[in-house]
């Protein structure tokens, strides 16, 4: 009962490198999401897909690309990695305007 | 400016009481609210959800109630247990095309003492 799966689970990067981030879903689910977490905030949205071959910005996607590889998969990329950009990075997926989202467990990016 | 508040960034109940956790918004476009918790090292975890056309919403020991007047919105766990002891996030949302985006608050620490 996977759900939604990230990969890494934890990343160390120093300044100026790039990472991809995973995501997958085995919901079936349309809609597709990116979050960040920073300590004393909620989450905030990077980008989203709506359904595949679409992507749209977020609250704060200065420094990330996104791409909908599948209906399952749903990558976020930086490009050149900066401190600012230490966060925990949530993935989430939906079916549909009523359907809550439902997150991956997290992936932990420290940027040095 | 934080469309989505949760004023209260912990709170600490006796098991078996009442745990009343808030959240206020801004924005009147918001038709549809969410309670997640969270478990450290784990993502958020739907817990129930309100729409604007309802004033509550309740699933077994959690309750949601909401004031679109007020722009105010609360969850109540009667009784608390231990195990509820998470953060608890509010959230938002508003349909933006065909997907909806939802907007958090900062979040409440629940402590369940036993």
């Known amino acids: 009962n996977a759900g939604v799966t990230q990969t890494p689970k934890f990343q160390v990067l120093k300044t100026g490198q790039s990472m991809t981030l995973q995501c997958a879903q085995d919901m079936n689910h349309n809609s597709m999401y990116w979050y960040r977490q920073d300590p004393g905030m909620g989450l905030r949205l990077i980008y989203y897909?709506?359904?595949?071959?679409?992507?749209d910005k977020g609250e704060v996607p200065n420094g990330y690309n996104v791409s909908r590889l599948n209906k399952r998969e749903f990558s976020l990329r930086l490009e050149s990695a900066a401190p600012s950009q230490t966060s925990v990075y949530f993935c989430a997926s939906s079916g549909g305007r009523g359907d809550p989202q439902h997150f991956g467990d997290g992936t932990r990016l420290s940027i040095l | 400016d934080q469309q989505v508040k949760q004023n209260s960034p912990s709170l600490s109940v006796q098991e078996g009481r009442i745990s009343i956790l808030n959240c206020d918004y801004t924005?009147?476009?918001?038709?549809?609210f969410l309670w997640y918790k969270k478990y450290p090292a784990e993502g958020p975890t739907f817990l129930i959800s309100i729409s604007s056309i309802k004033d509550k919403n309740e699933d077994g020991r959690f309750t949601v109630f909401l004031n679109k007047s007020a722009k105010h919105l609360s969850l109540h766990i009667v009784p608390s247990q231990p195990g509820d002891s998470a953060v608890y996030f509010c959230?938002?949302?508003?349909?933006?095309?065909?997907?909806?985006?939802?907007?958090f608050g900062s979040g409440t620490q629940l402590t369940v003492l036993p």
């Open positions: 959230a938002a949302s508003a349909i933006s095309g065909s997907a909806r985006q939802l907007t």
């Open positions: 924005n009147s476009m918001f038709d549809y």
């Open positions: 897909s709506a359904s595949e071959g679409t992507t």
